[in-house]
């Protein structure tokens, strides 16, 4: 007899109930959490900070805040929740800018809200 493998959901999705017969059953993973391994069976992996993770985020730092702006916190969901860089500093870091690296406005500049 031939046997059949099974076959795990993607990265970006899980899948927690058993008996699942075809990708379909695979959901994406929800809005705040990453799913950064195949075969997934619950979400584990909180959104970094810095990032916000929309449904089917696959890494934890996949969708870093724009420039201009930043987070502190683990659970956002869209770009629009990162918080504007305040005046007279600027949010410049590319890889998700968290409160603690908002750098100063650097003298002979000048830093409106949400300068990168």
Known sequence: LASIATTPCAV???NKHEGGTSSNNC???EP???CPTTGMWQMTDRCQTGHYCPDGTSFVDQFPCPLGSYTD???ITIADECTPCPARHAC???TGTISG???ACAPGHYCPVSTP
Do not use: F, H, M, V
């Open 92 to 94: 410049s870091q590319a």
């Open 27 to 29: 959901q994406l993973c």
């Open 73 to 75: 916190y683990d659970n």
């Open 32 to 34: 705040g959490w990453a």
């Open 101 to 103: 690296t908002i750098e």
């Open 12 to 14: 970006g999705k899980y």
